[in-house]
């Protein structure tokens, strides 16, 4: 079983929609959760970043982490077409030290 | 804002040529670290650096060597080029503390090996 599973996708949604993206993860040493997005030919930026467990809103993104079921989550309201990026988990706090990165969903927001 | 600049966006290599990778980072990171990126298989660490001189094998690091001699200067060296070593390269830096697991990227040096 991989460290940590992304479905690539692509997802596409009509603009407005509200989009949900997924990661599940099998190492329970992990405490940070990471979430970036990356247009494409550029850089990962940092979106969002959790801490255990919980919740976590930024304007129209939400990162949720539910460590019993090592499962966490993205939410993008009200999703515009400069959303339109792919978008990597990445978690830390085993015992390596690192980030493990998911493989990333591509997502399309059609106008 | 956290910058990490990368020497180069576009790279064209002859195969067995040795090609100098430069990251440079404004925001006085202990960490740096170097991935590649490939469709289908994300993102690996080559190799990563926790403090000046010192250097740490990632999970590919196989024809790759890297120098960080400066605090904010993080080079990879690879040392005959090949074309399997085709791919977009990304740096990044973060803190040596907690927040450690922040890693700030660069822009990416999109390697081509022919």
């Known amino acids: 079983q991989k460290e940590v599973e992304q479905d690539p996708g692509p997802l596409s949604v009509p603009e407005g929609a509200i989009v949900s993206l997924n990661c599940t993860y099998s190492n329970s040493a992990f405490q940070y959760f990471m979430w970036y997005r990356q247009y494409s030919r550029k850089g990962p930026e940092l979106l969002m970043y959790?801490?255990?467990?919980g919740n976590k809103e930024d304007g129209r993104f939400t990162a949720q982490v539910d460590k019993s079921s090592k499962y966490i989550s993205l939410f993008i309201r009200d999703s515009q077409p400069s959303d339109s990026a792919t978008y990597l988990c990445a978690m830390g706090g085993g015992s390596q030290g690192n980030l493990i990165f998911g493989k990333g969903t591509k997502l399309s927001v059609k106008p | 804002d956290v910058k990490v600049t990368q020497s180069s966006r576009y790279l064209v290599k002859r195969t067995g040529e040795k090609v100098f990778l430069e990251c440079v980072q404004d925001m006085d990171h202990e960490n740096m670290f170097w991935y590649r990126q490939d469709p289908g298989l994300g993102l690996r660490l080559i190799y990563f650096?926790?403090?000046?001189?010192?250097?740490e094998k990632g999970d590919i690091p196989e024809g790759y060597s890297v120098s960080r001699e400066k605090k904010e200067r993080f080079s990879l060296i690879l040392e005959s080029a090949s074309t399997n070593q085709t791919s977009m390269y990304l740096c990044?830096?973060?803190?040596?503390?907690?927040?450690?697991?922040?890693?700030?990227f660069g822009p990416g040096t999109r390697l081509t090996v022919t």
């Open positions: 959790t801490y255990s467990s």
């Open positions: 990044a830096s973060s803190y040596q503390s907690r927040s450690s697991y922040e890693q700030y």
């Open positions: 650096s926790y403090d000046v001189k010192m250097k």
